[in-house]
């Protein structure tokens, strides 16, 4: 089946510092790669869906300069969180998918944010 | 946004039949249903989609109805390993927005 890798599965960072997690499909082409947030006892909230070799369009009160995602490659997309703030911490998780509406999400581990 | 509407837990008993169900009636004519589920500190896994018909696979079977304003999930041996939350999501226009999801407690 599909495999989505997202590294690192968890980080501890100091405020103000920058943090980059990796998303990668293993086995197929992700023609587009979504990134969530997800707080405790919550659900999935989209921060931003990216294409190969375009701009990410991000969801309404994300912060595009704050949130730095980058789709360079069919196989690679990352999210970088940059000047890290306590309330920054949280579960980050990214998706892909071949991109035809009928091709499910696969989905990586999550990465576990702590900003201290 | 989510467009799809579900109840916030449900319980089964171990080794019984659970239908978990879902509203969507602004389902659009190009809308895909999906189904995921998420184990704690776990990304969610894909568990099955449809368009119109019943679909089956090794997971799960998803009933989806004649006017597809609603479907339902359908394990039909609930395990302990199937404790999970699961969301049921609309795919149009390669958007998957989450609701709330249902919480499955299952019983030994």
């Known amino acids: 089946g599909a495999v989505v890798s997202q590294h690192p599965s968890w980080v501890i960072c100091k405020s103000g510092t920058s943090v980059k997690i990796e998303c990668r499909s293993l086995d197929f082409q992700a023609t587009t790669m979504f990134w969530y947030r997800q707080f405790p006892k919550q659900s999935l909230m989209l921060m931003a869906t990216s294409n190969e070799g375009s701009k990410a369009t991000y969801e309404q009160g994300v912060e595009k300069d704050k949130f730095l995602i980058n789709h360079a490659s069919l196989t690679l997309s990352t999210l970088t969180v940059t000047s890290a703030h306590p309330e920054d911490s949280s579960f980050y998780i990214c998706s892909a998918t071949a991109g035809a509406d009928n091709s499910p999400l696969h989905f990586g581990n999550g990465t576990r944010l702590t900003v201290t | 946004d989510a467009k799809t509407t579900q109840p916030n837990s449900m319980e089964s008993n171990e080794e019984e039949p659970v239908h978990l169900p879902c509203n969507h009636s602004t389902i659009s004519g190009t809308d895909y249903i999906h189904w995921y589920r998420q184990l704690p500190s776990q990304g969610p896994e894909y568990v099955i989609h449809?368009?119109?018909s019943n679909v089956n696979n090794r997971m799960a079977s998803l009933a989806i109805a004649e006017d597809r304003k609603s479907s339902t999930l359908i394990l039909h041996r609930a395990t302990l390993r199937d404790a999970a939350v699961y969301y049921c999501?609309?795919?149009?226009?390669?958007?998957?927005?989450f609701g709330t999801g249902t919480s499955l407690t299952v019983i030994p």
């Open positions: 449809g368009l119109t």
């Open positions: 999501i609309l795919t149009g226009g390669n958007q998957f927005y």
